[in-house]
């Protein structure tokens, strides 16, 4: 799997658009961006993923560079409820993939 | 529809005992991982599987060992605990085939906490 580059931390303020940088520059043609994060003493929680194409479901907003070396993930109303490490993570689905590995995340306080 | 159910959800564990933990699922995913989790760190897998039957190493598999006679159950045993083992331990299925394509995201357990004193 491609590594990937993150801030260790940031903030924001609620109600406001909150922009999580990734950086892949070593990413493949097969390999696919996902993005999770975990909310303090839970399981992490699958957020959204993509390949080339921007993505948008209810939780986020995935915006991957048009040479898809990095990607920005986009909570665009953050609440306190938001507060978690989110993972950016690579990966192909190829018959020879099939490690799950994360890295050290984004720490993102929301704050009031 | 309980996704990925982990038991116990907490264990004492006294030097060298040893226990097993358990992971199921019931979202027809191919794939199983355990991962464990130490304070302020991040996740770091244990061991994984890719289909009943089949389990291989991840990042620190020593004194871990596995198995997944079925596809929705995922064994972690620990032969001889040792308080390096103090951990969270977190279980995850993904990858299964559906009418409109593949699933690929994964799914994780809540957790289990294990100390061992």
């Known amino acids: 799997d491609a590594k990937t580059t993150q801030p260790p931390s940031m903030d924001c303020a609620e109600g406001r658009a909150a922009n999580l940088p990734c950086n892949h520059s070593t990413i493949s043609g097969n390999e696919y961006v996902y993005w999770y994060r975990q909310i303090h003493s839970q399981g992490p929680q699958y957020i959204i993923h993509?390949?080339?194409n921007n993505e948008t479901n209810e939780m986020a907003s995935l915006i991957i560079t048009e040479d898809r070396k990095s990607s920005t993930l986009i909570l665009p109303h953050a609440t306190l409820r938001d507060t978690a490490v989110y993972y950016c993570i690579v990966r192909a689905f190829s018959s020879n993939d099939y490690k799950l590995s994360f890295g050290a995340g984004t720490t993102v306080t929301v704050r009031a | 529809n309980a996704g990925v159910t982990q038991t116990p959800k907490f264990r004492v564990l006294k030097t060298g005992q040893s226990m097993t933990l358990l992971c199921a699922q019931d979202?027809?995913?191919?794939?199983m991982y355990w991962y464990r989790q130490d304070p302020g760190m991040g996740l770091r897998l244990i061991h994984y599987s890719v289909g009943e039957g089949t389990t291989a190493k991840g990042e620190v598999p020593d004194g871990y060992n596995v198995s997944r006679l079925k596809k929705q159950n995922f064994l972690l045993g620990l032969e001889s605990a040792a308080p390096s083992q103090t951990s969270v331990y977190f279980c995850a299925s993904s990858y299964s085939k559906a009418a409109g394509g593949l699933n690929t995201e994964a799914f994780f357990g809540q957790g289990t906490r294990l100390t061992v004193v």
């Open positions: 979202m027809n995913h191919e794939y």
């Open positions: 993509g390949l080339k």
